[in-house]
């Protein structure tokens, strides 16, 4: 049974070294302009390279969020932005709209292609669809039981992801339209404003409970308790979610996912220290969907996250060593060869030490001091040590350089970059928006004494009763509407229909009308 992939949130160059540091396998980030954390230190061509680097040196995947919902105007720039992607060698793209999955496959085929979890795949066929168009992977909706999740997996011929731990938010998914309407931020074009966050009164409050309560905020979602169950069950990632967080909350969450995947024990109180809204809810997961899921964060809570930031910094102080290699020295009469593989590259160091002829065997002293890697992503599996007419003694301090110059050399080549083969793709020009010289403005006034002079060269019609027609002067009549009341239950009344059929002789422009009856 393969491990499940431990996938961290990254809004800056900070939460990438807290991330991968603190051992996650994988760090999601979004490319400037076109993900749905626009709050976030997003990347762009250049630093997006430079992660890819920095990670993949260090055995950790890189996925690139491009995953809101694009307008026609944006496709330009959005191929770019896949183009981008594809020439930094990042290992996959998280996307909702399929317009951008398209692209994706049209620009860079072989680059693999996520679903996000904005696509609310919340069943079977949801996911088998995504595997017709050429998915890798599917991000199962938040809202999804255990038994769900699992009967999706092992169904549906494609790797599945799910979020375990970090903000839930009062909708489906993600696709949450609210604050666009209060406020003109929309949440799936990465402006969201969190509303949901604030206070709202539906009822009047209970007897004894002054305030306002939060009948929308849902706590933080973590169910690290679970990893080895959806490990078990085959589910491939482990999303945290949180790129508007800190690194220190970042590093925690990675810690206790590490732990949690191997059914260790882990701090609970750290992690919650770090972040928090009243604790943490497992409702959906777990199939109990009820009142405990909702929480606010509270002043006493940010008070625990700012007395703990010393003990998360610690957290990724010093880079873990992940990347297995083997090491084999070589000593004879006159110097030292050092070789270390990662299985695919090769890097050599030379040394100049003169070697002495030892009294004892050398051999489990140089093995140690090749082993000390710490502060580097290597770890040392195999080290053979070969001398030609020794034994032969070799000062630590020299056996150190060695280690350390094989493996920089080894840091610098898995560094190079291994971009997606990326096709010239034609986008077909977006048709003209036809619209006039000018904007228009009709104006409805209830009388004719109403109108000032400033409106009768600023607007393109008025409208008027139909019975304040005859007052409006002739040379404005074929600029005038006449507007009729509305049609009485029952049928018309009060001469609306003579007035209406006389209208036009009275030279107006027409008629407007808000009953079919009419």
Same mark, same amino acid.
């Given at each position: 049974?393969?491990?499940?992939?431990?996938?961290?949130?990254?809004?800056?160059?900070?939460?990438?070294?807290?991330?991968?540091?603190?051992?996650?396998?994988?760090?999601?980030?979004?490319?400037?302009?076109?993900?749905?954390?626009?709050?976030?230190?997003?990347?762009?061509?250049?630093?997006?390279?430079?992660?890819?680097?920095?990670?993949? %040196?260090?055995?950790?995947?890189?996925?690139?969020?491009?995953?809101?919902?694009?307008?026609?105007?944006?496709?330009?720039?959005?191929?770019?932005?896949?183009?981008?992607?594809?020439?930094?060698?990042?290992?996959?793209?998280?996307?909702?709209?399929? %317009?951008?999955?398209?692209?994706?496959?049209?620009?860079?085929?072989?680059?693999?292609?996520?679903?996000?979890?904005?696509?609310?795949?919340?069943?079977?066929?949801?996911?088998?669809?995504?595997?017709?168009?050429?998915?890798?992977?599917?991000?199962?909706?938040?809202?999804?039981?255990?038994?769900?999740?699992?009967?999706?997996?092992?169904?549906?011929?494609?790797?599945?992801?799910?979020?375990?731990?970090? %903000?839930?938010?009062?909708?489906?998914?993600?696709?949450?339209?609210?604050?666009?309407?209060?406020?003109?931020?929309?949440?799936?074009?990465?402006?969201?404003?969190?509303?949901?966050?604030?206070?709202?009164?539906?009822?009047?409050?209970?007897?004894?409970?002054?305030?306002?309560?939060?009948?929308?905020?849902?706590?933080?979602?973590?169910?690290?308790?679970?990893?080895?169950?959806?490990?078990?069950?085959?589910?491939?990632?482990?999303?945290?979610?949180?790129?508007?967080?800190?690194?220190?909350?970042?590093?925690?969450?990675?810690?206790?996912?590490?732990?949690?995947? +191997?059914?260790?024990?882990?701090?609970?109180?750290?992690?919650?220290?770090?972040?928090?809204?009243?604790?943490?809810?497992?409702?959906?997961?777990?199939?109990?969907?009820?009142?405990?899921?909702?929480?606010?964060?509270?002043?006493?809570? %940010?008070?625990?996250?700012?007395?703990?930031?010393?003990?998360?910094?610690?957290?990724?102080?010093?880079?873990?060593?992940?990347?297995?290699?083997?090491?084999?020295?070589?000593?004879?009469?006159?110097?030292?060869?050092?070789?270390?593989?990662?299985?695919?590259?090769?890097?050599?160091?030379?040394?100049?030490?003169?070697?002495?002829?030892?009294?004892?065997?050398?051999?489990?002293?140089?093995?140690?001091?090749?082993?000390?890697?710490?502060?580097?992503?290597?770890?040392?599996?195999?080290?053979?040590?070969?001398?030609?007419?020794?034994?032969?003694?070799?000062?630590?301090?020299?056996?150190? +350089?060695?280690?350390?110059?094989?493996?920089?050399?080894?840091?610098?080549?898995?560094?190079?970059?291994?971009?997606?083969?990326?096709?010239?793709? +034609?986008?077909?020009?977006?048709?003209?928006?036809?619209?006039?010289?000018?904007?228009?403005?009709?104006?409805?006034?209830?009388?004719?004494?109403?109108?000032?002079?400033?409106?009768?060269?600023?607007?393109?019609?008025?409208?008027?009763?139909?019975?304040?027609?005859?007052?409006?002067?002739?040379?404005?009549?074929?600029?005038?509407?006449?507007?009729?009341?509305?049609?009485?239950?029952?049928?018309?009344?009060?001469?609306?229909?003579?007035?209406?059929?006389?209208?036009?002789?009275?030279?107006?422009?027409?008629?407007?009308?808000?009953?079919?009856?009419?």
């Amino acid at each position: 049974m393969s491990k499940i992939e431990i996938l961290a949130p990254v809004g800056s160059e900070e939460m990438l070294r807290a991330a991968v540091f603190s051992g996650a396998d994988a760090v999601y980030l979004g490319f400037s302009g076109f993900n749905a954390r626009t709050g976030a230190g997003n990347f762009d061509a250049d630093s997006l390279k430079e992660a890819v680097r920095f990670c993949h %040196a260090r055995g950790v995947a890189v996925h690139v969020a491009l995953n809101t919902t694009v307008y026609g105007g944006e496709l330009n720039g959005l191929a770019d932005a896949v183009r981008a992607v594809a020439v930094s060698g990042a290992d996959a793209v998280i996307c909702q709209d399929l %317009a951008v999955a398209k692209l994706i496959g049209d620009i860079a085929p072989q680059l693999p292609r996520h679903g996000s979890t904005q696509m609310s795949v919340h069943t079977l066929q949801g996911a088998l669809e995504l595997k017709e168009l050429g998915f890798a992977r599917v991000v199962l909706a938040r809202e999804l039981s255990l038994p769900e999740v699992e009967h999706i997996t092992k169904n549906c011929g494609i790797e599945t992801e799910c979020f375990v731990h970090g %903000a839930l938010c009062m909708c489906v998914s993600g696709q949450c339209y609210m604050s666009a309407f209060l406020g003109g931020r929309s949440g799936n074009r990465g402006s969201c404003a969190g509303p949901c966050r604030l206070p709202f009164e539906a009822n009047a409050l209970p007897e004894g409970k002054p305030g306002r309560l939060h009948h929308l905020s849902l706590k933080d979602n973590s169910v690290i308790d679970k990893l080895d169950k959806l490990q078990a069950i085959g589910v491939a990632s482990a999303k945290i979610e949180g790129r508007l967080r800190t690194p220190e909350y970042v590093a925690a969450a990675v810690s206790a996912c590490l732990a949690g995947r +191997e059914g260790r024990a882990y701090d609970r109180d750290l992690l919650k220290n770090a972040f928090s809204r009243s604790g943490f809810t497992s409702g959906y997961l777990d199939g109990k969907i009820d009142g405990t899921m909702f929480g606010v964060r509270s002043e006493a809570d %940010a008070e625990l996250t700012k007395k703990t930031l010393p003990a998360l910094r610690e957290l990724y102080r010093r880079e873990r060593s992940r990347v297995p290699v083997e090491m084999k020295i070589e000593i004879e009469e006159g110097g030292e060869k050092l070789t270390v593989t990662d299985g695919t590259n090769k890097a050599f160091a030379y040394g100049d030490a003169e070697p002495q002829p030892a009294r004892t065997d050398p051999t489990e002293s140089l093995s140690r001091s090749l082993s000390k890697t710490g502060g580097t992503p290597f770890a040392a599996e195999k080290i053979d040590v070969e001398m030609d007419g020794g034994p032969w003694f070799v000062p630590g301090s020299a056996v150190n +350089e060695l280690r350390r110059e094989a493996l920089d050399a080894l840091l610098k080549k898995r560094e190079t970059l291994r971009p997606w083969p990326v096709n010239e793709v +034609e986008l077909p020009p977006l048709p003209l928006r036809t619209l006039p010289p000018h904007r228009t403005l009709r104006a409805r006034f209830e009388r004719w004494e109403q109108v000032p002079e400033q409106a009768l060269s600023g607007v393109e019609y008025l409208i008027l009763p139909i019975g304040q027609a005859d007052r409006v002067p002739r040379e404005w009549r074929e600029k005038t509407l006449s507007a009729a009341p509305p049609g009485p239950v029952g049928g018309l009344g009060g001469g609306t229909p003579r007035r209406t059929a006389a209208a036009p002789g009275a030279g107006v422009g027409g008629c407007e009308g808000g009953d079919i009856c009419l």
